[in-house]
Nanobody
């Protein structure tokens, strides 16, 4: 089995910054892509940023230039969020794609940006 543990999040003013971290705990599975998705109330879950095992990144257009995803190691990922906007308010979920197939989700971390 594998579990993702997220940390970070919180309440910030518009223009502020937050950092989300996620670690995958498993001694069995190899982790390929890792990334972050977010879901606001009444909206669909959307990709925020992801990073492959090789370091290739992909960002949602809405966060380009403001968010940075990085791979701390093979089983950990960080999302640095700068210049936060109220529309960034959502629950952010860590996701890990396993080499063996399938993906695993974290419990989610709440990010609230006040105006």
């Amino acid at each position: 089995q594998v579990r993702l543990v997220e940390s970070g999040g919180g309440l910030v003013q518009a223009g502020g910054s937050l950092r989300l971290s996620c670690a995958a705990f498993t001694d069995i599975f190899r982790v390929n892509d890792m990334g972050w998705y977010r879901q606001a109330p009444g909206k669909q879950r959307e990709l925020v940023a992801k990073i492959t095992r090789g370091g290739t990144t992909n960002y949602a257009d809405s966060v380009k230039g403001r968010f940075t995803v990085s791979r701390d190691n093979a089983k950990a990922v960080t999302l640095q969020m700068n210049s936060l906007k109220p529309e960034d308010t959502a629950r952010y979920y860590c996701n890990a794609v396993l080499h063996v197939g399938g993906s695993v989700w974290g419990q989610g971390a709440q990010v609230t940006v006040s105006s």
